[in-house]
């Protein structure tokens, strides 16, 4: 490319420039594989809108995940300033539609302070609302229902939703299917209405039930601010209008995880036609969240004037590695279209696949990869943030920090439930409580966490609270103060009574505090300085060489309220931009906030709260105090998008990778869930650069044999070295449990060895470039065609 070409567009190829240029005005679709620079390029695409002179304010981004959404915006940031790049919409479905649910709350049934339902209340909704359905249709059918332990008929329903009745019947836990079953139908955005039309009637009153419930606590769940955004999308023309007026430019990345939600909220908003949409149909992985690849073909129906623009270069990865996952995905049948794929890249190494006897050698063994790696090109200085370890589930994930810690190596984890914490859950709690509307749930939790008695006292102060609101029908803060304002109680004794008052004074004091104080930071500082913050487990947190402290999961909370206030001031100073249509000419405050009189910092802690309801829904912090020379443990999900130079894929055993759903097994076997697997597999394979591991364990925690992954029989035997647990001298002998699986291990590793040397003796070096695995070598394990009961009994036996 000619050098007076600026260098946002010299760093990429002709298609890719060509797509990043496209007129504006025109939908675009970028369709290809990993690696191919589709991010790249709308990013480009966006940096080019800027250089053109639309305003930054009038740019919606959509990212999958907050993480990625923080990398687009310091990516625009490195080439037109951060100035610029913060006035820019970069947002996921969820954070965006929220702000907009808030804006128009009132248009949906709700105030502006709704309350957002996390996991466990969406729960204890569903709870609610099945029992009051099995009520309803007991009644409507007295005599001859047969009922269930929550209280669901199964009789009178059509066959095949019969079915699906006896099938959440049968599962271990119903709440958790139903659960599923709202979720899921809010997902496909359909009505309660539509069930009973269908003959569904217990569905449909589970979830009508559910709704109003959250009518009536002025909440809404995760699907609530899609699903509620389309709706005022589609019938309140004049907040189309502004929304368009506003987003005149839109973009979308991993379009094939947008959901059929997501996509009706798109097309409303765009049918300004500037849209550009990039993905890959065959990185899906969504589907549980109702995202399916069909968007694609929906974007081409109702976007006709649409340019398409293919890419066919992988930049990523190097060839063997491009070449096995093209390989691997080949055994889907369900696929848009198949892609032409090359690359330029060196051959590299083949992929190496690591036999481990446990999870514990396992962990040994990539440790002991991790640390001579580090080491290798830099010995004094090891470096670590070029590694990641990608598994499918977050418990295998857990062996990984502890097995870190005790190594040193230092890590970030991605998906460990940060915001989850109680320490911060308590804190949010308490700032929850300050914001008009009906805050009760958080002030059961911040009742019990301030009440300085004994822990068994302050539940039960809290339960007696509980039921003074029940007979008055009065929120929990007027019944506390009924409760404890009384001078004799006979259910309390004196010192239970100060005790109840010293909480209602603090919680007072932070109420009038959040009025006065300008600055939030102040506000949450005062919040955690009154919250008590012993260590819940005597814990040192991990110091690593460079004087950084390592997150883990039971940390001090000290620390973790310490990193706490660092995303506050992350977020007001990277994040926090009034969401408006307009600029506005109030007066702003020292953080160029807009504040009505009086308000104190409240506006800005609405939108703080709100930030945090949506980072948590994606296990995402930021990165800022993260250490960048640190191992990144995620799971495979999250890890889209990203690129480490070397990947460890852990615990690629059947059931695992692809998962068996315990209770419904391989949903339709062969077909769409393994399908969706592979997918994911794909995901996970694509993120190496340079150097992929793939490992599996043979026998679990209970002795149980496991299988290796299928998928890793699905990859050219050629582009693989195999290794067992030995060809590191077996560092940790110690460490794997040899009185439990010593019988085991060596008579099944030998097996397999056996069957797998005849293979590596035949395979020919990547470097050749050339598919030529032997002729029959596709089965690739011969040792693992035993049923696995024979190796549980010889566990057994032994
Ligand atoms: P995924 O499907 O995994 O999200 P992607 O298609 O979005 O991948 P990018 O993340 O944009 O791909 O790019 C992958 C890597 O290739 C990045 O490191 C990027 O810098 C590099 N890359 C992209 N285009 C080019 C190019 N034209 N020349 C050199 N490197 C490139
Ligand atoms: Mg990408």
């Known amino acids: ?43 480009a695409r ?25 990398e687009m915006r310091d990516r625009v940031g490195a080439a037109v300033g951060k100035a610029v790049s913060k006035e820019l919409s970069i947002s996921t479905f969820h954070a965006f539609c929220l702000q907009l649910c808030r804006l128009h709350a009132e248009k949906l049934g709700r105030t502006a302070e709704f309350l957002v339902y996390g996991h466990s209340q969406q729960r204890r909704a569903v709870i609610e609302a099945t029992r009051l359905a099995s009520m309803e249709t007991d009644t409507a059918q007295a005599g001859s229902s047969v009922t269930t332990p929550l209280g669901i008929s199964t009789t ?32 496909a955005g359909r009505t309660a209405e539509e069930y009973e039309k269908m003959g569904n009637r217990i569905g449909g009153a589970v979830l009508r039930h559910y709704e109003a419930t959250l009518l009536a606590c002025n909440a809404l769940d995760y699907h609530d601010f899609i699903n509620f955004s389309v709706r005022l999308l589609k019938e309140h023309p004049e907040v189309l209008a502004e929304c368009q007026k506003t987003w005149t430019c839109v973009l979308v990345d991993e379009f094939q995880d947008t959901s059929t939600m997501q996509y009706n909220f798109l097309h409303l908003l765009a049918s300004h036609n500037r849209i550009t949409v990039v993905g890959d149909d065959d990185q899906s992985i969504f589907s549980f969240n109702g995202a399916d690849s069909s968007g694609f073909d929906s974007f081409r129906k109702d976007f006709p004037q649409l340019k398409e623009v293919r890419l066919h270069q992988n930049y990523r990865s190097t060839r063997c590695i491009v070449e096995a996952a093209t390989s691997l995905i080949k055994h889907n049948t369900k696929r848009c279209q198949e ?153 309390f004794s004196r010192r239970q009574l100060a005790l109840g008052r010293r909480v209602l004074t603090s919680i007072n004091m932070v109420h009038r505090l ?116 640190s191992v990144m443990l995620t799971t495979m999900h999250q890890s889209k998008g990203l690129e480490w130079e070397t ?78 647990g030995t060809s590191h001298g077996d560092p940790f002998p110690k460490q794997v449990n040899i009185n439990t699986s010593k019988e085991i291990l060596v008579s099944s590793s030998s097996n397999y060895q056996q069957g797998l040397k005849t293979d590596c003796d035949l395979q020919l070096l990547c470097e050749d470039g050339e598919n030529d695995s032997p002729d029959g070598g596709n089965e690739l394990f011969p040792g693992r065609t035993d049923s696995p009961t024979a190796h549980e009994d010889a566990a057994v036996g032994h």
């Open 1 to 43: 490319p000619p050098t007076e070409m600026p260098e946002y567009l010299r760093t990429l190829n002709a298609t890719q420039r060509e797509a990043a240029l496209s007129d504006t005005s025109k939908p675009l679709l970028i369709l290809a594989g990993p690696g191919s620079g589709k991010t790249s390029t709308m990013v």
């Open 46 to 70: 966006l940096v080019s809108f800027l250089m053109e002179g639309m305003e930054a304010r009038n740019i919606l981004a959509m990212t999958f995940t907050a993480a990625a959404a923080t």
């Open 156 to 187: 009178d329903t059509k066959p095949q939703v019969q079915a699906n009745v006896q099938n959440l019947v049968a599962c271990k836990d119903k709440a958790k299917k139903w659960l599923q079953f709202v979720t899921q139908a809010k997902a």
């Open 339 to 491: 892609k032409q794929v090359h690359t330029d890249n060196s051959a590299g190494d083949r992929i190496v696949v690591m036999e481990c006897r446990t999870e514990a050698a396992q962990c040994a063994n990539v440790v002991d990869c991790i640390l001579m790696n580090a080491v290798a090109n830099t010995p004094q200085k090891p470096t670590y943030g070029n590694t990641a370890v990608l598994y499918r589930r977050q418990v295998t994930g857990r062996l990984f920090q502890s097995a870190f810690r005790a190594r040193k190596i230092p890590f970030n984890v991605h998906g460990v439930a940060f915001y989850r914490k109680k320490v911060i859950k308590n804190v949010t709690a308490m700032l929850w409580t300050v914001l008009p509307g009906n805050t009760d749930i958080y002030w059961r939790r911040v009742f019990k966490a301030l009440y300085a008695g004994d822990p068994s006292e302050g539940k039960r102060v809290v339960e007696y609270v509980d039921k003074v609101v029940k007979t008055n029908a009065c929120t929990f803060q007027q019944a506390a103060q009924t409760v404890f304002t009384a001078k004799v109680s006979g259910t």
């Open 514 to 629: 959040a009025h006065k104080e300008k600055s939030l930071s102040g506000l949450i500082t005062a919040v955690v300085n009154l919250l008590p913050q012993r260590p819940v487990f005597n814990t040192r947190a991990v110091v690593d060489e460079n004087g950084g402290k390592l997150l883990n999961e039971d940390d001090d909370p000290r620390t973790v309220l310490e990193y706490f206030l660092d995303d506050v001031n992350d977020f007001l100073s990277n994040i926090f931009k009034p969401f408006s249509y307009d600029e506005t000419d109030k007066p702003l405050s020292e953080n160029g906030h807009h504040l009505g009189v009086g308000d104190g910092c409240l506006p800005v802690l609405k939108a703080f709260l709100d930030h945090l309801v949506t980072r948590e829904q994606d296990n995402f912090r930021n990165r800022q105090k993260e250490n960048k020379n």
């Open 647 to 724: 990947v460890f894929i852990v615990k690629a055993n059947e059931t695992e990778t692809p998962l068996l759903n315990e209770a419904m097994g391989y949903v339709d076997e062969g077909a769409s869930s393994i399908e969706e697997e592979r997918r994911l597999f794909y995901v996970a394979m694509t993120r190496a650069q340079k150097s992929l591991y793939i490992c599996y364990v043979v026998v679990d925690s209970r002795r149980q044999v496991l299988q290796p992954s299928r998928f890793i029989k699905e990859i050219p035997h050629h582009l693989l070295n195999f290794q067992y």
